[in-house]
């Protein structure tokens, strides 16, 4: 009698869809990974690097005169202060020096610590000093405000004044918050990043940046100065994240102190910020700032600093007059062609 051939058992269904599952994920992350790989070799640093506490830093160091220190916000690395036109005109009279914060653009964000607005600041100040760069007027946008804020707070003799643009000061409910948290989670944030967060991105981008601008128009250049796939590679997406995360709990921590801020600050907005409101935010800062000014454009939302680059210029050199320090002062200048470049 003939033997008969056993079939092999099929994979139960559940079992059959979870191995598809993660070989479409294995895809996607590769793919991903080899965006990202392309993506910085078509655009490679612009600046320089400084290694702080094991930490690498890139910055870019232009003009001469008293020192300015421009902070970007969240999503955008530091081309964004670029683009707006802000670094070309304070570098006229001022030396500039514009930080990729931990994790944007091409600055380390190490995982062996949280990278609080606290935590940011402490890095930088020890940055500045290495660089050779005393009191400078610091600039901060959006989340970059809140660094600004905490060097005020924590280094006070170490910063002239501010200059906070479209900032987030007091804590609130946020729903962007809410949904960008998964990513900013250990594990199954580095499975989103690597996988899903990349694609709903080029989904989502330009709606997200247009919505940055509104009621403004969105510059036509402005993915030529911030290559999408710059700001998506899952390096920076967990940044973008994490900072989501821990702004609430930055802006709590600051707001005991804000009385205690002596240094002049100028506060901008927009009418039309759509990602913070002016009203409970900036305004609500300035009631509370002892030494500050407020300004709230018409026609402008959150990327206020690209309509408004020649007045945040001008707010640095009205600091500089009040503290007594003349635009034409130099002296931190001396270490500029000393800075530390790291290959």
Known sequence: MPRL???PEALPPALGVLALA?????AAALWNRHKAKQAERANPPIGRFVEIDGVRLHYTDTGHG????VLHGNTVPLQDFEASGVIDRLAENHRVIAFDRPGFGYSDRPRNRMWTAQAQAALLQRALLDLGIEKPTVIGHSWGTLVALALAVDFPEQVRGLVLISGYYFPSARLDVAMTAPAAVPVLGDVLRYTVSPFMGRLMLKQTVKAMFAPATMPDDFFDAMPREMLLRPSQIRATSEDAAFMIPAAARLRA???SIDVPVRIFAGVGDKIVDPESQSARLHGVLPNSTLEVELDAGHMV???????VCASVADIETQTGRAVTDGASDAAHTDAIAVS
């Not at 008293?66 to 220190?69: E, F, I, M, R, S």
């Not at 600093?305 to 007045?311: D, E, N, P, V």
Request: hydrophobic share 50%; net charge positive.
């Open 5 to 7: 051939s056993a079939k």
């Open 22 to 26: 993660a070989a479409a994920a294995a």
């Open 66 to 69: 008293p020192c300015a220190v």
């Open 257 to 259: 102190h804000y009385p």
């Open 305 to 311: 600093h690209y309509k408004i680059a020649g007045l």
